[in-house]
């Protein structure tokens, strides 16, 4: 089966990269799932997770991240998502994140609710 | 011991203790420069990426936007000068000013006003001292930055461009002025315009400086689908492309710091080892000049004794 090649990078790093059979991501006009072979897009992202069905060399499985924000871009069965952070569910840390949660909860402060919840979501979702 | 080897003594002692410290710093320097050299290339696949997704909206679109279209008879400029907070750096510091000096005078002579943005201490004392006005500045950062502080760089000058033309803060183009780092030995103070781009050249020209090496020459690009709309996209993704440059130079800007520090203090080391030696030499040759008088001052006193006892016996 054809495959696509991800690279999900941050400003200040590449955090993954591989082969995919399937990417699932929220852009700001609704979720969108990327197969190869689809046509050229450009899109903006929401903060919200993605889903990465690897394939081929990577093995099968599912990657997820979380990602605030950013842009996703497709082309000749090439994915880049790019974020200005982005973190791999594994690499989250449940209690801390929940503990920011909490605290953004208290303190009303809507944009931190959004962080953390996007990342105790993707960090479930692994 | 005499009086003047003494002061060689003192002098030899106290370069000496900064050949320490200079030898210190070179170290601290070489060891930083690998981390922000890591840096500058962590931040690349991002920047990569991001440059060509522009790139793909520009070929792939004809958008009318603040951003890219070049207004008529532009009339205000922004600056953006990065330079470090500290010195000792060499020339680091001063050349970058002076190319921003020579940017600020042909920008005055195409008839534009200039506005002043900047990063760094050494750069905002220097424009302090010359009475000039600095729209807005900052420091604290130049030698570990974070995207957080790019971000903070890139917001006013954001602002300044969407605002409206002729209201008080619009700027109509947005130059930025940084050190490369080219190699280690190597660090050039460049002059870039990063908006507006006008499409079709200057963003695959803007790629190309960025990409340096990865591609070069004309690529045929796909036909993009938009999510939600070419505007939305280039709405959001430009902001985050002048952040990501903007980051890329602060990297590199303090990669070139490093480096020039490393530099700078590894010349001094080396003069300090060389004005030990020679004074090691005088010094040498005082103590040599005292024996010497020492000598020929008992010799001279014992001749005297000699005369004055031969004359008593005669």
């Given at each position: 089966?054809?495959?696509?090649?991800?690279?999900?990078?941050?400003?200040?790093?590449?955090?993954?990269?591989?082969?995919?059979?399937?990417?699932?991501?929220?852009?700001?006009?609704?979720?969108?799932?990327?197969?190869?072979?689809?046509q050229p897009l450009l899109?903006?992202?929401?903060?919200?997770?993605?889903?990465?069905?690897?394939?081929?060399?990577?093995?099968?499985?599912?990657?997820?991240?979380?990602?605030?924000?950013?842009?996703?871009?497709f082309a000749d069965?090439?994915?880049?998502?790019?974020?200005?952070?982005?973190?791999?569910?594994?690499?989250?840390?449940?209690?801390?994140?929940?503990?920011?949660?909490?605290?953004?909860?208290?303190?009303?402060?809507?944009?931190?609710?959004?962080?953390?919840?996007?990342?105790?979501?993707?960090?479930?979702?692994? | 011991?005499?009086?003047?080897?003494?002061?060689?003594?003192?002098?030899?002692?106290?370069?000496?203790?900064?050949?320490?410290?200079?030898?210190?710093?070179?170290?601290?320097?070489?060891?930083?420069?690998?981390?922000?050299?890591?840096?500058?290339?962590?931040?690349?696949?991002?920047?990569?990426?991001?440059?060509?997704?522009?790139?793909a909206v520009a070929t792939g679109s004809n958008?009318?936007?603040?951003?890219?279209?070049?207004?008529?008879?532009?009339?205000?400029?922004?600056?953006?000068?990065?330079?470090?907070?500290?010195?000792?750096?060499?020339?680091?510091?001063?050349?970058?000013?002076?190319?921003?000096?020579?940017?600020?005078?042909?920008?005055?002579?195409?008839?534009?006003?200039?506005?002043?943005?900047?990063?760094?201490?050494?750069?905002?004392?220097?424009?302090?001292?010359?009475?000039?006005?600095?729209?807005?500045?900052?420091?604290?950062?130049?030698?570990?930055?974070?995207?957080?502080?790019?971000?903070?760089?890139?917001?006013?000058?954001?602002?300044?461009?969407?605002?409206?033309?002729?209201?008080?803060?619009?700027?109509?183009?947005?130059?930025?002025?940084?050190?490369?780092?080219?190699?280690?030995?190597?660090?050039?103070?460049?002059?870039?315009?990063?908006?507006?781009?006008?499409?079709?050249?200057?963003?695959?020209?803007?790629?190309?400086?960025?990409?340096?090496?990865?591609?070069?020459?004309?690529?045929i690009r796909p036909l993009y689908d938009f999510?939600?709309?070419a505007?939305?996209?280039?709405?959001?993704?430009?902001?985050?492309?002048?952040?990501?440059?903007?980051?890329?130079?602060?990297?590199?800007?303090?990669?070139?710091?490093?480096?020039?520090?490393?530099?700078?203090?590894?010349?001094?080391?080396?003069?300090?080892?060389?004005?030990?030696?020679?004074?090691?030499?005088?010094?040498?040759?005082?103590?040599?000049?005292?024996?010497?008088?020492?000598?020929?001052?008992?010799?001279?006193?014992?001749?005297?004794?000699?005369?004055?006892?031969?004359?008593?016996?005669?």
């Amino acid at each position: 089966m054809a495959e696509l090649h991800v690279e999900l990078v941050a400003a200040d790093r590449q955090v993954w990269s591989g082969e995919a059979s399937l990417v699932v991501a929220r852009t700001t006009s609704g979720d969108i799932g990327v197969m190869p072979g689809h046509q050229p897009l450009l899109g903006v992202l929401e903060p919200g997770s993605v889903t990465i069905r690897t394939a081929g060399e990577s093995g099968e499985g599912s990657v997820v991240a979380a990602v605030h924000g950013g842009f996703l871009s497709f082309a000749d069965d090439k994915l880049s998502l790019l974020a200005e952070i982005a973190e791999l569910a594994d690499e989250i840390d449940v209690e801390r994140a929940e503990r920011a949660l909490e605290r953004a909860k208290s303190e009303a402060d809507t944009a931190a609710e959004r962080r953390a919840e996007v990342r105790v979501r993707a960090a479930a979702g692994r | 011991m005499g009086a003047q080897t003494r002061v060689y003594k003192r002098r030899i002692k106290s370069v000496t203790a900064t050949k320490k410290i200079t030898r210190a710093m070179e170290m601290i320097a070489a060891s930083r420069i690998v981390k922000a050299q890591r840096r500058v290339a962590a931040s690349e696949p991002y920047s990569t990426e991001l440059t060509r997704a522009v790139t793909a909206v520009a070929t792939g679109s004809n958008v009318e936007h603040p951003l890219t279209t070049e207004v008529e008879r532009p009339t205000r400029a922004a600056v953006l000068l990065i330079v470090s907070d500290r010195g000792l750096a060499g020339g680091y510091n001063s050349n970058a000013i002076k190319a921003a000096d020579q940017l600020t005078n042909r920008l005055i002579g195409e008839g534009k006003e200039v506005v002043n943005y900047i990063v760094g201490t050494r750069g905002v004392t220097y424009y302090r001292f010359r009475e000039r006005v600095i729209a807005k500045s900052w420091s604290g950062f130049t030698d570990n930055p974070t995207y957080a502080d790019a971000k903070a760089v890139a917001e006013p000058l954001i602002e300044a461009i969407q605002a409206e033309r002729g209201s008080e803060h619009s700027v109509d183009e947005l130059h930025i002025v940084y050190t490369e780092f080219v190699s280690m030995m190597t660090q050039t103070p460049v002059k870039d315009r990063m908006l507006p781009l006008s499409f079709k050249e200057t963003a695959e020209e803007s790629a190309e400086v960025i990409e340096g090496h990865i591609k070069k020459g004309p690529e045929i690009r796909p036909l993009y689908d938009f999510e939600p709309s070419a505007e939305e996209v280039l709405d959001a993704l430009l902001p985050r492309y002048v952040e990501s440059r903007i980051y890329n130079a602060l990297l590199q800007a303090a990669a070139s710091k490093h480096a020039a520090t490393r530099r700078a203090m590894k010349s001094a080391t080396d003069n300090a080892e060389d004005l030990i030696k020679s004074l090691t030499r005088l010094a040498n040759a005082a103590r040599q000049a005292d024996i010497t008088q020492e000598i020929s001052e008992i010799v001279g006193g014992a001749s005297a004794l000699a005369d004055a006892s031969a004359g008593s016996d005669r």
